[in-house]
């Protein structure tokens, strides 16, 4: 089972950087794509980045586009989501899932699609 665990959130001026890190537990990481979603107050959970399970491809929101990157290291089991340029609109709490079904050659988007939600991580972007 993959609990995935989320930190590295914050309070970061517009322009700045921060890096979210998920942690997950489990010895079958590996096998799974691993999404990053958001939701900012008021709105629905959003898709932001995924990452296919050997961190060969990735997709991305037109929205954090060139902005954010996200990343994977199995032996850590763990995954990161660099993200620069901040705007105000980023704010939001930063979830990290397992996408549902292993070894996914496509990525996808739907929250739907993903297992094991963590606890999410506060991201604050100040003006």
């Known amino acids: 089972q993959v609990q995935p665990v989320e930190s590295g959130g914050g309070l970061v001026q517009a322009g700045g950087s921060l890096r979210l890190s998920c942690a997950a537990s489990g010895r079958t990481f590996s096998y799974y794509a691993m999404g990053w979603f958001r939701r900012a107050p008021g709105k629905e959970r959003e898709f932001v980045a995924a990452?296919?399970?050997?961190?060969?491809?990735?997709i991305y929101a037109n929205s954090v586009k060139g902005r954010f990157t996200i990343s994977r290291d199995n032996a850590k089991n763990t995954v990161y989501l660099q993200m620069g340029s901040l705007k105000p609109e980023d704010t939001a709490v930063y979830y990290c899932?397992?996408?549902?079904?292993?070894?996914?050659?496509?990525?996808?988007?739907?929250?739907?699609?993903?297992?094991?939600w963590g606890q999410g991580t506060q991201v604050t972007v100040s003006s």
């Open positions: 899932a397992k996408d549902a079904t292993g070894k996914r050659v496509v990525l996808r988007t739907s929250p739907q699609d993903y297992d094991s």
């Open positions: 990452i296919s399970y050997t961190g060969g491809t990735t």
